[in-house]
């Protein structure tokens, strides 16, 4: 069977930020990020969908082994971001502002590297329940 399937992987991790750009005045960032400017930080609870899309493999009929995908998740994700202040305890954000469109594209590369290149990958990451962000961009 050579049909293209798409597996799902939901996750969550929950972090803090501030949304802050370091060449701005205090007041330039509160008039472009509002409340998630302010100094002491606040979080979130990250909901992550992660979507593999390939054929069926005749011999495993997986088209990846959630399992693998679990624990590469776990590892990739979770035990960077989880419980973390993304500004103050990861490299990923030390000059990059945590926006969840630019959280999203970090956590889409971290996964890339550990994926078959024959398979798919897209990520939407929901910062709430009505903020989510997709990479790569939907069609």
Not at 64 to 75: A, E
Request: glycine residues 4%; contains cysteine.
């Amino acid at each position: 069977m050579s049909e293209n399937v798409t597996v799902i992987r939901k996750a969550h991790f929950n972090a803090a930020h501030r949304l802050y750009n370091p060449a701005w005045s205090d007041a330039r960032n509160t008039e472009v990020f509002g409340k998630c400017s302010l100094p002491n930080y606040h979080g979130h609870n990250y909901v992550m969908e992660v979507e593999v899309t390939g054929p069926i493999d005749p011999e495993t009929g997986y088209v990846i082994d959630l399992g693998f995908l679990s624990q590469l998740i776990k590892t990739e994700v979770e035990a960077r971001f989880d419980h973390k202040n993304l500004n103050l305890d990861t490299a990923e954000f030390a000059t990059l502002i945590p926006t969840v469109e630019n959280i999203v594209v970090v956590i889409y590369r971290l996964l890339r590297a550990g994926i078959d290149n024959r398979l798919q990958l897209r990520v939407k990451l929901f910062e709430t329940e009505r903020n989510v962000a997709v990479y790569p961009a939907l069609p």
